[in-house]
């Protein structure tokens, strides 16, 4: 956590804007590119949260992630395009979670994809800090790491 406390220190000194985005990031594919690379393009850095193996486990099951929160963050880092990543709370699945991550980093924009749930009470919290959610990408129903790692189980990959 100190990683993301100086690194929003630097932010605030710079006056620079910031574009959060959350999210699990197992298995890479074309759209979670394409996601970052537009959710990039809105603010001049990026920050990245990465839920927890444990949160994980929890909303998608046993068996998930596939990469664990150390791998998954080096792989987000070798695309080069979140200018910090970190570990999202284990406790965060309630409003006053997300107002509280949400008051520590100060975002300008909360980045989403189309499906992205809670849309409506993301962008209320966000507006209590002078924020905006923004949907920066559309869905692509062929492409999710879920799909992916059934096919990999399947042996048609």
Known sequence: MQELTSFLARRQQDK?????????????????????????????????????DARVRRMKGEGRPTHDVVTRITNLRAW??????????????????????????????????????????????????????LVVHEFNPAFSSTKIISSQKKGNL
């Open 16 to 52: 620079q804007t910031l574009t959060l985005v959350t999210g699990v990031f197992d298995v890479l594919h074309q759209e979670h590119r394409l996601f970052l690379e537009k959710a990039k393009e809105t603010a001049d850095l990026l920050l990245v949260g990465l839920e927890s």
């Open 80 to 133: 080069d395009l979140a200018d910090e990543i970190f570990v999202l709370p284990e406790q965060f699945n309630k409003p006053e979670h997300h107002r509280q991550l949400i008051r520590q980093i100060r975002p300008d924009f909360l980045a989403v994809s189309s499906h992205t749930a809670h849309q409506r009470e993301k962008a209320q919290i966000l507006a209590e800090f002078g924020a905006k959610l």
